[in-house]
């Protein structure tokens, strides 16, 4: 009876080592390995332009070379592939042999240089959009938009005791009921957009790259109310926007339209006022309107 036990003991400690040493040799066989899957890379891919590229030149798969860089080398935020431009305009300019980055296509969470944008006596411009204005907040940097103007006037007359002298000498009075007559035209064409302060796009691209399983978990993003667009332009440019949005809090004067990027040609416009409306585009006008007309 003892040896039987003194043999049960034998065999659980036999057992016991032999678990030891197994576990110790699977502990370094999965160290060792784990330590060469996890080990970083020495280079990293990023993309360099083999041409010089211009502001505003599109970039594409022809214009860059794939090149393997330390990661300590990286500019900015970058590309790996090629596949990754397909013709978006160049933000600024990049030299030939430099890194293109996802800055310069538009994307990334870097700041903005706006200064690097502008090409030799170019200005940088901003007016605010809201979002029938702003085409639903999906402009970005790269763009290219005309911007309409609409605005408020008051209808003058001369007065009565003036109406026979030169216009010269006439005083004038506000015509009752049309102190707020509207008036709309196309101001400025085919102005490059710098940067926009907020987009809806950027808000779905950061949507699209969530992990699946956090979806449940995240939080809808602020609505966007206001957004402000910067453009390269003039002086003049200047002038005419500040004149348009005196006030920092308005709004709606003054709507974004979008265009071809290679789009340079100028467009004619009439401007748009009621009798334009009635006379060009045949608006009809309402039965009272030309009875109450008919005595004056």
């Known amino acids: 009876m003892k040896r039987s036990n ?3 003991i034998f065999v659980g400690v036999l057992l016991a080592i032999l ?43 022809d214009k860059v070379d794939e090149a393997q860089v330390n990661p300590d080398a990286v500019t900015a935020t970058r590309l790996g592939a090629k596949s990754q431009v397909g013709g978006q305009p160049s933000l ?18 870097g700041p903005n240089n706006i200064g690097a944008q502008l090409k030799p006596g170019e200005k940088a411009v901003a007016f605010q959009v809201d979002r029938v204005t702003g085409l639903d907040f999906l402009v970005r940097p790269g763009d290219h ?14 007065t009565s005791d003036t109406v026979s002298k030169p216009v010269s000498q006439q005083r004038f009075e506000a015509i009752t009921g049309l102190d707020a007559v509207r008036t709309v ?24 790259s969530a992990s699946p399983g956090a979806a449940g978990q995240q939080q809808t993003p602020a609505a966007i109310e ?18 348009a949005q005196n006030e920092v809090s308005e709004v709606g004067s003054l709507t974004a339209v ?14 748009i006022t009621i009798d334009r409306l009635v006379s060009q585009y045949g608006l009809a006008i309402p039965n009272i309107i030309k009875q109450l007309n008919k005595g004056r």
């Open 6 to 8: 003194r043999l049960v």
């Open 19 to 61: 678990a030891f040493v197994g576990i110790i040799i699977v502990l370094q066989g999965g160290g060792g390995g784990g330590g060469n899957a996890t080990a970083s890379p020495t280079t990293v891919t990023v993309l360099v332009a083999n041409v010089d590229i211009k502001i505003g030149d599109p970039i594409t798969p």
């Open 92 to 109: 600024f300019n990049i030299p030939k042999g430099s890194q293109v980055t996802l800055e310069a296509i538009g994307g990334g969470n």
């Open 145 to 158: 938009v005309d911007i309409v103007i609409s605005q408020r006037i008051t209808v003058l007359q001369p």
């Open 185 to 208: 035209k196309t101001i400025l064409q085919n102005k490059r957009v710098l940067y926009v302060s907020a987009s809806r796009q950027a808000a779905a691209a950061a949507a699209a």
């Open 226 to 243: 206001n957004v402000i667009i910067v453009f390269a332009g003039t002086d003049q440019d200047a002038e005419v926007i500040k004149f």
């Open 258 to 271: 979008l265009r071809n990027t290679t789009d340079s040609a100028t467009e004619k416009t009439t401007g």
